[in-house]
């Protein structure tokens, strides 16, 4: 089973910064099979990105993602205030595993 | 549009078995397998299994293979998840989520908080 581990836990960040989200594999992980999703309190998580860096239908281009083999990345190049939330990875190999989620927070 | 419609929350005792189910609607139920996903209090997602709504065939998580078992209703469009011998680790809010085919899942129920004390 591969597993996902991501980092760092939490992000303190302010509107306007940089994000920086690590997602790393155990074993290499096809790109076609990496996503990413976004939740926030109280509500299901939403795709936003799929084969590692393709943007879902609706997703702002501030989202970004990249990586391949064991290493990934989600960028969000300018954060907004309603991007506060906790994100975790995806893939999909002989089984499915999510990471263990990195919560963006505002500092 | 693409829903997908849980049943409500539940209470159960500890050893009980629990049944949610996941209503589909807005696109062709048999073309998208369905996955089963959790999330305890406070903690991140977990996935449970998936079901091939077309011919049935199932693939669990080796951590829920013994207590788990997915079905589904071609003819109500609806997949079903249950969960035996519950403890109070299995206090969580379950989602059923709709899997795209190439790697991802692109929709999600709304979410069924199953409560399980004594």
């Known amino acids: 089973e591969i597993v996902l581990t991501q980092s760092p836990g939490t992000l303190s960040l302010s509107p306007g910064e940089r994000a920086t989200l690590s997602c790393r594999a155990s074993?290499?992980?096809?790109?076609?099979?990496l996503a990413w999703y976004q939740q926030k309190p109280g509500q299901a998580p939403r795709l936003l990105i799929y084969g590692a860096s393709s943007r879902a239908t609706g997703i702002p281009d501030r989202f970004s993602g990249s990586g391949s083999g064991t290493d990934f990345t989600l960028t969000i190049s300018r954060l907004e205030p309603e991007d506060f939330a906790v994100y975790y990875c995806?893939?999909?190999?002989?089984?499915?595993?999510f990471g263990g989620g990195t919560k963006v927070e505002i500092k | 549009q693409v829903q997908l419609v849980q049943s409500g929350s539940e209470l159960k005792k500890p050893g009980a078995s629990v049944k949610v189910s996941c209503k589909a609607s807005g696109y062709t139920f048999t073309s998208h397998a369905m996955n089963w996903v959790r999330q305890a209090p406070g903690q991140g997602l977990e996935w449970m299994g998936w079901i091939n709504t077309g011919n049935g065939n199932t693939k669990y998580s080796q951590k829920f293979q013994d207590r788990v078992t997915i079905t589904r209703d071609t003819s109500a469009s609806t997949a079903y998840m249950e969960l035996s011998s519950l403890t109070s680790e299995d206090t969580a809010v379950y989602y059923c989520?709709?899997?795209?085919?190439?790697?991802?899942?692109?929709?999600w129920g709304q979410g069924t908080l199953v409560t399980v004390s004594s």
């Open positions: 989520a709709r899997w795209r085919g190439s790697g991802w899942i692109d929709y």
């Open positions: 995806q893939q999909y190999g002989s089984s499915l595993s």
């Open positions: 074993q290499s992980v096809s790109s076609s099979f």
